[in-house]
């Protein structure tokens, strides 16, 4: 079946600028979650939405990062104001939720902040 | 703050070697340890673990988790070349959030 995928794969967006990056989870995966990596990093935390409750947003490093995730599938994560230590891979992934279940990445967005 | 600490940071072996990866974690509600293997973006499940001492095998790799002393090892036998990836060490709390380690950058040369 089709896994994770995201949008746009690469993205080069001026200093200042919003951007938005889309997840598509696996159908029927009630968790997800945004993950940031900057180059020869781990993953840093974002934020997990788990069903319908409400999201942990524990990991945003500032009011300018914000996600949506709509019905209960769709997640679009938006940057407002791009700094340039924005620039980072940004991934996302989808589990059947819980603390019992590995996750299933995206290929990630890679964005550039100039 | 919980935190996953991941050792060593890079690691250069031979075909053929046997390598241990090392994860150690303190996080307050502690459910599952998980390790990914990552090669180029997205990062693929290898291995849960939940229960101390219990050995989880699949082909030339291997790992266990002791959580007395808070700690798991990723062992990977007869390495290949298709085994350089950096691996990676998350634990889930009970809420299903995630934190990863830096993780452990494997070069196998030929």
């Known amino acids: 079946g089709a896994g994770v995928s995201q949008s746009p794969s690469n993205k080069v967006t001026e200093k200042g600028k919003d951007v938005e990056l889309r997840c598509d989870p696996i159908s029927g995966h009630t968790a997800l979650y945004w993950y940031r990596q900057s180059l020869g990093q781990g993953l840093e935390f974002l934020i997990y939405f788990q069903g319908n409750s409400a999201p942990d947003k524990s990991g945003l490093p500032s009011d300018r990062f914000s996600a949506e995730r709509t019905g209960g599938s769709v997640s679009t994560l938006t940057i407002q104001r791009t700094q340039q230590e924005d620039s980072a891979v940004y991934l996302c992934?989808?589990?059947?939720?819980?603390?019992?279940?590995?996750?299933?990445f995206g290929p990630g967005t890679r964005l550039t902040v100039t | 703050e919980d935190k996953v600490v991941q050792s060593p940071l890079s690691l250069v072996v031979h075909e053929g070697d046997t390598v241990t990866l090392n994860c150690s974690y303190e996080?307050?509600?502690?459910?599952?340890l998980l390790w990914y293997k990552q090669e180029k973006k997205a990062p693929t499940f290898l291995f849960m673990l939940?229960?101390?001492?219990i050995e989880k095998k699949s082909g030339r790799l291997s790992s266990i988790l002791d959580k007395k002393e808070l700690f798991s090892i990723l062992n990977i036998t007869a390495t290949q070349t298709g085994d350089s990836a950096i691996y990676l060490c998350a634990f889930n709390t009970n809420a299903g959030k995630s934190t990863f380690g830096d993780g452990t950058t494997l070069t196998v040369k030929p």
């Open positions: 996080v307050t509600n502690f459910r599952s």
């Open positions: 992934a989808s589990s059947l939720g819980g603390a019992w279940y590995e996750q299933y």
């Open positions: 939940t229960s101390s001492g």
